[in-house]
């Protein structure tokens, strides 16, 4: 695996861990990633996925891979399915088997019974809008439930009849007893445990209590001993939770929970409920859009993991919490596609080029390089005959000084051909453009022009060389930097967030999409993009090209 070592040992959790090696040569380090099953993982994920990995790789420790799944209502075999899939092609390895917050309800139970045991904990019979009425406010503290002082042997007897199905949803919880004045409103008797009828993908309908984030997060920690326990910010104030549960039962170890700041990205929604709502609203087709920064999504645009795993090394690991430019990711991509891109020629609007001096049998075979620094990726054939296709916005009709392209009585070269200079042109009855007529000079082929400047170089494909194929342009789902913080985020959808074209690529390039492993294949459509072959909905007599990125950065250009 490729361990960036420089870039993980400089934020404040490696300093953290550090010390802690000071103290302990001995220290076994290890981590855990704890995804919700209830959608798929997105760029967010990623960076917690590579600081807890990372982190254990680079200190021989071990990294857990565990499923938070203690909400049956929201969860889904097919999330874990996906889930496991996206880490696994992220490149990493969780320790051992997968574990699950549910594999641990026999244990919860035991230790939410200790803390009745303790007078810590009892069964509440407010609902759940009194139980938020009594918890107060920031500014005003909160007051008892009035079940909060039952004997310790009636609130055993009431757990156990939750447990056994004797109440209804919403009818009673258990809570922890802490403190209903506490500052800090996580710490006001916080529901432990609540009842729902629903079968669970894991212990399918052995349960009817489900315990809260907060009580199975620190115990499943603690169970697994892991030894650094990673979270988002907002889980700050919950650390108290986290600490009090697990000083106040029986158990070992103790975890030890550090903050660091989400990621927010430009132009992004990375909230798994706001994604949902995208799929319901059909804004976007799936889970894997790529539309949006799903792993699934990304990698269904051509972001290849290293990609992922260098952005993420880039925007680094802090307490601040900030919102990173989108431009930041497809640098990633973009540097390392330059590198192993093939590049070869493809026309997404095509427009007819007839150049009249050349026969119409005439065949010339130009060897082209697929990488021009790269000799080591070989080369590929084109072929040029009197009738081309070019792309419709490489020729203007209406005389512009400005425009270098093709215009009327003006030379263009023809890339890796000769120089073309445009006479006529050929209309259908609706007036649009069927067929430019040109003039190709022949003495031309790897010269310089004589006494002139270099004209502009533009792409082509001759019409015996092409092949159909339709290309999927991306552009921002949003028109807005930060549509994850509006409440009515729908309302700042960019309608033209994706583009299709329909066109041709080279004949030749598609003997090498046969001959090899597509889904490894990126290409550079030259003067266009990089683009990869969706995997999921193209075909052999329908090739489907995604844009990964554009060839350079426009996300920051105004349009
Ligand atoms: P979402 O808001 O997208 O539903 P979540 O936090 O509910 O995210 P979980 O499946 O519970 O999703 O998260 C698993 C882990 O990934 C947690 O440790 C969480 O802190 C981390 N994580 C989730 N989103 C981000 C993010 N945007 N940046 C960094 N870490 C994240
Ligand atoms: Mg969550």
Redesign the pocket.
């Known amino acids: 695996m490729n361990i960036k070592i420089k870039k993980y040992n400089n934020n404040f959790i490696y300093n953290i861990i550090k010390k802690d090696f000071k103290k302990n040569k001995y220290l076994l380090l290890r981590t855990r990633?704890?995804?919700?099953p209830?959608?798929y993982l997105?760029i967010?994920?990623a960076?917690?996925i590579c600081l807890n990995f990372e982190l254990a790789n680079l200190y021989n420790g071990h990294c857990n891979l565990r499923f938070?799944d203690t909400n049956p209502l929201k969860e889904n075999i097919k999330y874990i399915n996906a889930i496991k899939n996206d880490i696994k092609w992220l490149g990493y390895k969780w320790n051992k088997k997968i574990h699950y917050s549910s594999e641990y309800f026999p244990k919860l139970y035991i230790y939410a019974k200790e803390l009745i045991k303790k007078g810590l904990a009892y069964v509440d019979e407010l609902t759940k809008e009194e139980i938020r009425e009594y918890r107060g406010t920031l500014t005003q503290t909160g007051k008892d439930s009035p079940y909060r002082n039952r004997s310790i042997e009636e609130n055993l007897t009431l757990f156990k009849k939750m447990k056994n199905g004797y109440f209804k949803e919403g009818e009673v919880c258990l809570r922890a007893k802490i403190d209903m004045k506490s500052t800090y409103i996580i710490m006001r008797d916080p529901v432990l445990y609540r009842i729902i009828f629903q079968e669970h993908h894991q212990t399918k309908n052995k349960w009817c209590i489900y315990p809260m984030y907060d009580f199975a997060h620190c115990i499943s920690d603690a169970i697994e001993g892991i030894t650094h326990s990673?979270?988002?910010l907002e889980?700050q104030d919950n650390k108290r939770l986290y600490n009090w549960i697990l000083e106040n039962i029986s158990i070992k170890n103790r975890p030890k929970q550090y903050e660091?700041s989400?990621?927010?990205l430009k132009y992004s929604v990375?909230?798994?409920?706001k994604i949902s709502i995208l799929i319901e609203k059909k804004i976007i087709n799936n889970w894997d859009d790529p539309r949006i920064q799903t792993i699934s999504g990304l990698r269904r645009k051509g972001y290849t993991p290293s990609s992922i795993k260098n952005f993420c090394e880039k925007i680094g690991v802090t307490k601040q919490n900030n919102l990173i430019e989108f431009s930041m990711l497809e640098y990633c991509i973009r540097k390392e596609l330059n590198e192993k891109s093939i590049r070869t020629m493809a026309v997404l609007d095509p427009i007819k080029l007839y150049l009249y001096n050349i026969d119409n049998n005439y065949e010339e075979t130009f060897i082209v390089p697929n990488h021009p620094k790269k000799p080591e990726l070989g080369t590929h054939k084109i072929i040029f005959t009197n009738t081309i296709y070019i792309d419709r916005e490489d020729f203007k009709e209406k005389y512009e000084k400005k425009y270098k392209r093709l215009k009327i009585g003006e030379e263009v070269r023809l890339r890796y051909s000769y120089i073309i200079k445009a006479e006529k042109i050929e209309k259908d009855l609706s007036g649009k453009i069927i067929q430019i007529i040109c003039y190709c000079n022949l003495n031309t082929l790897g010269k310089k022009p004589i006494n002139k400047k270099n004209p502009a170089v533009i792409h082509w494909i001759s019409v015996k060389n092409s092949f159909p194929s339709e290309f999927r342009l991306y552009e921002k789902l949003f028109n807005i930097d930060n549509p994850d913080q509006e409440k009515n985020f729908l309302s700042f959808l960019n309608p033209n967030s994706i583009i299709i074209k329909n066109g041709f690529i080279e004949k030749n390039i598609n003997k090498t999409i046969e001959n090899q492993n597509y889904k490894k294949l990126s290409f550079q459509f030259e003067r266009i993009g990089y683009f990869c072959i969706d995997s999921v909905e193209s075909k052999k007599n329908k090739l489907i090209f995604n844009r990964t990125v554009s060839l350079k950065d426009t996300w920051n250009i105004k349009k």
């Open positions: 990633f704890p995804p919700e209830n959608g997105h967010g994920h960076k917690s938070d990673f979270c988002t889980f660091f989400r990621l927010n990375l909230s798994k409920r």
